[in-house]
């Protein structure tokens, strides 16, 4: 019989079964939190860095040298017209009709950086008698209307002042982005098309143009004399006489492609400049299938077209201004040399200024010995240019424009276009298989062997 103490009601049983099934299921739940707690906690994957660590940049070092600004090298035209060229270099008017051509021959100059030097271009040609009205500056910066609103300095890089230019009597055409020098000339082309030109010249900008003033033997007697023919009327006839000998031309080269006399339809025969070439080595594709589809090249005379990478101080002095002394000026002048040692006293010290000072002991009255002058510093501006200073200096020689429209850092816009030329040159060796310009004689190769033929080096 038990007692009364040892026995357990079935409501007490039940009561004390639902206190351990109640506790066994909070601790349950309590262990089942922390689980998913510790399983979907989020990963440091940073431990040990700082909690808003971020990477630092390395920059390049500051430069240290900043060439001198740029000067504006014919300042009277801010506030007045130009004065008039040499008399016996002004065009007779229309006088291309008389040499039975279709359209007055237009001057294409392309221009993208270095406003200096396309000024002195474009002044060159004018005072060498081309009719303003028909040379056209093409704008080929990608500045888009910053330019044309006058938004830009004299220090931005693709500063082009358009009032001075309209100023001079000059077209203005503008490229709708900034194009390669391939896709420059297939741009030129197309103006070709859209004008109706059957023929037309162009220029690079980095040139100084002067006529044979002091008379060529068979070409033109002296400036002056009965029969002188100027830089323009010898192109005329250049033109003239290729038209009716010749029926099948493609150009006409005055100093190299300096100066160049175009025919549209053999550029289109060839299928335009090849653009995936856009620099060096353009050139020689170029030719080389004009060459392959016997299309003529001939050297050609008109005048004197320099090769230069600088600019005269002062334009004035093409229009043979006797107050000017000609002069000139690199617009990316290299680096001072370091100080000169001390000299013992009495010992003079040579100093070399930053421009060009030549040898000319006075100002010419008479236009001929004037040009003369000129002659001579047009011939020390090729030296300076193809000397130890680089051909190609002149397109870095403005730093500034930072904060207007459309600006590019001048350094980092010369280091890709040397990316990009040098990417060009390889398309070339791929296109052709050869590693030079010699295609034909050194290749073997004809127009049809584009893209056909593996490498011929190893």
Known sequence: MFSRAAMIRPRQALFLMGLLFSGGFLTLLVLRNDIRHDLFRPLDIHPQEPEKAKPTPKYKPTPTYTPPPIQDPFPALATSTPPPIPSYNVAEKDIWKKYGLEVAPPLIIGFTRSWPMLLQAVVSYITAGWPADQIYVVENTGMQQANTQGQLTLQHPWYLNHSTLRRLGVNIVQTPVLLSFAQLQNFYLSMSYSNNWPYYFWSHMDVLALGHENGFEGLTPRAGEPGYKSLYTLCLEELNRTLVADERWGLRFFAYDHLTLQNPKA????????????????????????????????????????????????????????????????????????????????????????????????????????????????????????????????????????????????????????????????????????????????????????????????
């Open 267 to 458: 550029i289109e025969d060839i299928g335009g400049w090849d653009t995936l070439i856009p620099y060096y080595m353009t050139d020689c594709d170029t030719y080389t299938r004009l060459h392959m589809r016997n299309w003529s090249q001939k050297d050609a005379n008109c005048g004197v077209i320099t090769d230069t990478s600088v600019a005269l101080d002062d334009l004035l002095a093409l229009y043979r201004d006797p107050s000017i002394k000609p002069d000139f000026r690199d617009p990316n002048p290299p680096p001072p040399p370091p100080p000169p040692e001390e000299k013992e006293e009495g010992e003079k010290v040579e100093e070399k200024v930053g421009r060009d000072v030549g040898n000319v002991a006075g100002e010419p009255t008479d236009p001929i010995e004037y040009w003369k002058v000129l002659l001579s510093v047009a011939d020390r501006m090729f030296h300076y240019k193809h000397g130890d200073r680089g051909r190609n200096t002149w397109q870095a020689g403005q730093h500034g424009g930072k904060g207007e429209p459309f600006y590019y850092d001048s350094a980092g816009f010369s280091e890709a276009l040397g990316v990009l030329t040098e990417a060009g040159k390889e398309v070339f060796r791929r296109k052709w298989g050869h590693g030079n310009c010699d295609l034909i004689a050194g290749g073997g190769l004809k127009f049809e062997d584009q893209w056909q033929v593996l490498k011929d080096w190893e």
